[in-house]
C-alpha cells in the first residue's frame, strides 16, 4: 500500500492506551481504495489494569475521526474486554479487521488472538454479511441515485460471506474474492471507482440487472450458510483461551507514564 505512515504514526502515538494491534479496512482492506480514499484504521487497545478497576474507568471505545488531515483519517478501537464480546457475539467487523492483512502494529499478544479468531467462527456469521448489504443496497436503491461506490459496498459482504461459509475463512478483498467467483461486472465496477468515477450514476436497466444479481447472491449466502457444517455456536475451549489472553493482557499492562487517560 501505498500509504502516509508518517501521518498514521501520528495518529497512533497519541493514543492513551496501548495497541494491541490497529489494521487498515474499509476500501484499503476491501481492494478498491481510490487515491484519495480515507484512512479507516481500526484496532483494540487495552487498558491498564489500574484504569480498568477504579471507580473512573475509561471508555471501552476509542475513536478519532480527523477530516482536516491531509488525508481523512478515521481511526477506531476497542478494548480488549469489549472486542473480545464482539467477536464471540458473531460480530463480523471485528472478525474482519483482527484478520485482516493489512496490519500497521502488532504484537505477540494479537497473533495469539488472530489465531483465536478463527476459532470462532460459526454459521451465523451469515447474518452480519447478509445485513451489510441489504442496508448497502437500501441506499442504493433507495431515493437517491445509485453510485459504483454503493453498489461495491453492496456485493462485498455477499462474496465475502459466501466465501467465509464455504471456506471456512476470512478474505475480505473484493478483487480476491472475484478470482474464484468470476463476475464481470465487479471487475468492471472496481475500475470504474479507482479511476475516480465512484459517484457516478447507474442508469435504471444497469438497476434491474443489479438487484437481479443481489437477490441471487443473497440465496447463494443462505444456501452457503446451510450447508456450510460451521458450528452454531463459539465452543468452550475458545471461550476459555480468549479469557485467558485477556487476563494475561490486562496484568502485562501498566498505566501509560503520561498519566491517566480522561
Known amino acids: 500500500m501505498d500509504l502516509d505512515h ?71 478501537t476497542h478494548d480488549l474486554s469489549k472486542f473480545i464480546r464482539l467477536l464471540l457475539n458473531k460480530n463480523g467487523y471485528v472478525l474482519e479487521q483482527v484478520r485482516s492483512p493489512l496490519v500497521i502494529r502488532g504484537d505477540a ?44 459496498y453492496t456485493y462485498r459482504p455477499l462474496l465475502a460471506g459466501i466465501h467465509l461459509m464455504t471456506e471456512r475463512c476470512v478474505e475480505s478483498n473484493l478483487r480476491t474474492l472475484n478470482e474464484r467467483f468470476r463476475l464481470s461486472y465487479i471487475d468492471e465496477l472496481i475500475e470504474r471507482k479507482v479511476s475516480g468515477a465512484e459517484k457516478a450514476p447507474l442508469d435504471g ?13 443473497r440465496e447463494e449466502l443462505r444456501e452457503a450458510s446451510e450447508a456450510s457444517g460451521l458450528p452454531e455456536s463459539v465452543g468452550a475451549d475458545v471461550r476459555r483461551s480468549l479469557d485467558d489472553l485477556l487476563v494475561r493482557t490486562r496484568l502485562a499492562t501498566r498505566e501509560r507514564s503520561e498519566g491517566p487517560a480522561s
Open 205 to 217: 436497466g444497469d438497476m434491474g440487472f443489479h438487484e437481479r444479481e443481489f437477490e441471487r447472491l
Open 109 to 152: 499478544a494479537f497473533d495469539e488472538l488472530r489465531d483465536l479468531a478463527l476459532r470462532c467462527l460459526t454459521r451465523f456469521h451469515h447474518y452480519h454479511f447478509d445485513s451489510f448489504a441489504r442496508n448497502q443496497w437500501h441506499q442504493v436503491a433507495g431515493p437517491s441515485h445509485a453510485t459504483v461506490k454503493g453498489l461495491l
Open 6 to 76: 508518517a501521518l498514521i504514526q501520528r495518529f497512533l502515538g497519541e493514543h492513551p492506551h496501548r495497541l494491541l494491534f490497529v489494521t487498515m479496512s474499509g476500501a484499503h482492506l476491501y481492494g478498491f481504495a481510490s487515491p484519495d480514499s480515507d484512512y479507516d484504521l481500526r484496532g483494540a487497545h487495552v487498558a491498564a489494569l489500574e484504569r480498568v478497576v477504579s471507580l473512573r474507568p475509561p471508555r471501552e471505545t476509542h475513536d478519532l475521526l480527523d477530516r482536516d488531515a491531509p488525508i481523512e483519517v478515521d481511526l477506531v
